[in-house]
């Protein structure tokens, strides 16, 4: 059983960490070691046996960090099980039905042979930096769209396929 898990993520106003963090800590509570990073604060992911890697999504493309980690270490991800998350929209579309990944994500499943991927709800609250998201905010269509019931859910699944071998 792999010891040790990487959850990084690609993050601007915080709510993607959020659900790193929380991904992070159900397969702490499954007896993992798990860990969640910044992704631009990722030297190598050789040291992990697993890794999960989410992206905020904004204006259709994953965040930058996120991209960044993927390509620099993508033959060490390519190496062990791994999973890929997004985070983004402002509705409840993503707890309604399964959301694809964008094009960037689909081929980055599909060459490191993620064991899975998943668009969970995004949050944009006051406050959040980018003239975008104050523009959004501005038009009344922010808010939490996050389940965590759901992020909990996939993160126990990713914990019992860790356990199987």
Known sequence: ???????????TN??????????????REEGLTAEARAAGSVPSAAPYDAVVVGGGLYAGHWHRDARRLVRRHGKDLAGRP????????????A????????PWVKKAVVRLD??????????LREGARGWVARMILRNGKGGDFRDFGRIETWAARIAQELRDG
């Open 95 to 102: 707890s309604q039905r399964d959301i694809p990944p964008v």
């Open 114 to 123: 993620a064991r899975d991927h998943v668009t969970f709800g995004g949050c």
């Open 82 to 93: 791994l999973w890929l998350f997004s985070s983004g929209p402002l509705d409840a579309s």
């Open 14 to 27: 915080g709510s993607t960490a959020e659900i790193a963090e929380t991904v992070a800590g159900v397969l």
């Open 1 to 11: 059983m792999p010891k040790n898990v990487l959850v990084a993520y690609g993050t």
